[in-house]
């Protein structure tokens, strides 16, 4: 497997553009998230032609953005087959559906809809109102000789690292979203990920790197150059 971020920056961290990640699994190529700093970015980068595979953690702006230019660019300047996004329960794939039927009207014709129950070895975490209340959001775990846990966004870690404590023992990173601000509900203040570090590599993304802490010994995706796309 290999990972590589193109963008770690929250909702208003413009600055570092929107967390999102290209990720080489199982000899597929899979787009983790796709805000609204995400579609440009792989243009950017002259990337989206490795955007095969799509999974959501959940339909906040900065997660899901600019999904429906990725689809139509898809469909019209490299007319190629449609992307296949990957859905993790009926309710979520219609929620997804629903907010790409606004802007696309046939969003069948932009993008096949698989369940990810399909693809061995990719496991989803609901983590549902644990970010923002009311609001569906999923966690993934990625398994193969290695294994990439990748939060989305999670006000509490504790449902994710209780499902990993289940699992087999084997090397796991795990790239969660973090901020610096106790008050900041939506998200995992860094000091609660410190009783999870011992036996995982964990890197933390979804925010401004410049405000770190200087007692924070969780890596920052954002200084990582080799995670970056």
């Known amino acids: 497997m290999q990972i590589k971020f193109l963008g770690t920056g929250g ?10 990640a290209l990720l080489d699994y199982n000899d597929k190529h899979f787009l983790i998230d796709c805000g609204f700093t995400v579609f440009p970015t792989l243009i950017k980068k002259s990337l989206i032609n490795r955007v095969n595979y799509i999974i959501l953690t959940h339909l906040h702006n900065d997660h899901c953005g600019s999904l429906a230019n990725l689809l139509l660019y898809k469909s019209i300047v490299e007319k190629v087959k449609p992307p ?11 929620e997804v559906y629903k ?3 606004i802007q696309l009207k046939q969003p069948d ?17 609901d983590t549902f109102g644990q970010h923002s209340e009311g609001m569906q959001t999923y966690a993934y775990i990625f398994d193969n000789d290695i294994r990439y846990v990748y939060s989305g966004d999670l006000g509490k ?8 404590e289940k699992m087999p023992h084997k090397p796991t990173y795990v790239f969660h979203d973090i901020t610096f601000n106790p008050e900041n509900d939506g ?22 790197p410049t405000q770190n802490p200087s007692d924070n010994p969780i890596r920052l995706v954002f200084y ?3 995670l970056m796309a």
């Open 11 to 20: 909702a208003f961290d413009t600055d570092y553009l929107n967390s999102a």
């Open 84 to 94: 296949v996004i990957l859905y993790p329960s009926e309710s979520f794939r219609q």
């Open 99 to 101: 907010f790409l039927k």
């Open 109 to 125: 014709k932009y993008a096949e809809f698989v369940p990810l129950e399909q693809f061995e070895g990719i496991t989803a975490v």
């Open 157 to 164: 870690p504790e449902v994710l690292f209780e499902k990993l």
């Open 187 to 208: 998200h995992t203040y860094y000091k609660k990920l410190l009783p999870y570090l011992n036996g995982l590599d964990m890197f933390g993304y979804h925010c401004d």
């Open 224 to 226: 990582e150059k080799d």
